[in-house]
């Protein structure tokens, strides 16, 4: 009976949100059912309950008030209560020696009316949090990249080798060209691994964290999937974890050769979106030396949200979700952020201003070493905006010096590097006047050290950064020492939750699970399907708009402006 009504159910669980409406006794059964094969195969307690289970149940049986427990009952809690109250699916023993029983009782007030939110993976099998995103998931937003998105990244790469051989010759010798065969090769091949779902392998332990990628593909393995080491492959393995595997992979390809282990290789696509940009640059830096210039009329607050909300759409000229292909914004960042605001599904901006901004502005110790920290995410005008919000913070008095976090290496197509930040403030000027004076500014401010960068290891581990603490402690001290870090980008939101499958109104508190250094802002449109601390009214406006279709979570066209590390605006 089991196997053949679990595929139903994954039928009709399939979409993230399911239409309470179609709900029958049958379904109602197979979600029992279902509920008990997954505690069975997982073989643990299932301490989380699915929101769509306790809905599901209450929508049916009619009840106001009731929860509902799935789980193992130890064999002395089961006879504590005498059994199973429903008369749920009673099975006999099991491996450990307990007596496993699907059980369903009614006890106390639980849940909302919310919309259904999450997949029916109940648990990550690892580790019993939200499942953590993987690409053997089909019809998922992971299993597209893995299956479509990566291997168009390696082709393009592949290509644009190809197209560059001979310049590349001429400017590196004949070397070059024996490392290009080389690097096609192992191109082809890792096409091949993805397609074919092959395991992750070592490559060598060069570069500066080679032997420290070595050691992460054997913790994961031991401590995290000790009993399934073959699932570390490319779409079974954790999402966040392979990808990053993937670009690490690509910069050791180029590592391992005489001629081209300083190339970026995302470089041109990286310099064509900014150019691509340039009157779009113009006009939002206009708006910024009107708000920032010394007799500027404006109010000490004006002109925040505006620029907060220009990083934040500068977010989504994202070349990684094309591949490289051109992804031209129409309309400047600034002009981005006054017209775009309905799609922003959570705006803590007035937050922030009351509980950080004002009092970092106001200053009342005449503190000198205020800090701002920019985790960056994309070159091109996505920099821009961001060099945009530092001269804001600086200019207007919040900060005495802001941080920029690049990338070490080429990473996710478009992250910025020290040579992008270089090249960018280099090349402001061809956007027009303004930009020029801010180019210049900028380079004061860099040998002033009031704006510096940088670039830790720590931002090209697969890690998410509820782990920075352990990992990368010293990097964690830093940034206790700031008065915000802002997070920019998918990725970045992606390694703020772990890139679970969070229930969306899971708390962004609970989502980070522990990771607070100082106050947090997260700028990021929604690239990947993972999300925390939607409302019950956003939701329900989602629903309407979307219904099952979660679109809204990976096109880039909503976004969320999230404050996490300070008390709610309430307390
Ligand atoms: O540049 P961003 O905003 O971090 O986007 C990169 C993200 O987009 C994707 O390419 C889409 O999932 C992810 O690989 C990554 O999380």
Known sequence: ????????????????????????????????????ETHRIAGVVVNRIPQEFIDFIRIFTNQKEETVKIGRISSAEENEKGGNETGGNESGGNETGGTEACSIFAKKACGSNLPLTSDMGIVDEFDHVAPRLRGKKEGTFAYFTVRDRWPKIVTSLVDQLTRKRDALIEQHGEDASADIADILEKFSRLRYEIMTDKPLINFPESGPDGKMWHDWMEELKTAVMPNDVEELTYFKGPWLFVECYLYRFIYSAFLATKKLADMDYFEDSKRKNFLDHLDQVEEAVAFLMKITAKDSPAHEMFGI??????????????????????????????????????????????????????????????????????????????????????????????????????????????????????WTVDSLHLAGQQSAKLGEQIKKRVEKMEIIYKADLFWISPHPYCDMQEKAPELYEELTTSSLVIFKGDLNYRKLVGDRDWDLNTSFKKAVRGFDPCPILALRTLKAETIAGLTDDVLKVLLEKFDEDNSWMTSGEYAVCQLGGVPPIEE
């Open 1 to 36: 009976m089991h196997e053949s009504t679990t595929p139903k159910l994954s039928k009709i669980l399939s979409p993230r949100r399911v239409n309470s409406n179609a709900l029958s006794a049958e379904h109602l059964i197979q979600l029992a059912v279902f509920a008990y």
């Open 305 to 422: 949200h505006q620029i907060l909300k220009s990083s934040l759409w500068g977010n989504r000229a994202d070349m990684s979700l094309t591949g490289g292909d051109d992804h031209t914004m129409k309309m400047s960042s600034i002009a981005a952020s006054v017209q775009l605001k309905d799609y922003i599904l959570i705006d803590d901006v007035n937050w922030l201003m009351v509980k950080v901004l004002a009092p970092l502005q106001a200053n009342p110790q005449k503190l000198k070493n205020r800090r701002i920290d920019i985790v960056l995410d994309n070159a091109g005008v996505e920099l821009c905006a961001d060099l945009m919000m530092a001269e804001f913070f600086l200019a207007r008095g919040f900060a005495d010096k802001v941080v920029l976090h690049g990338k070490a290496i080429p990473w996710f197509v478009s992250d910025t590097t020290e040579n992008d930040f270089n």
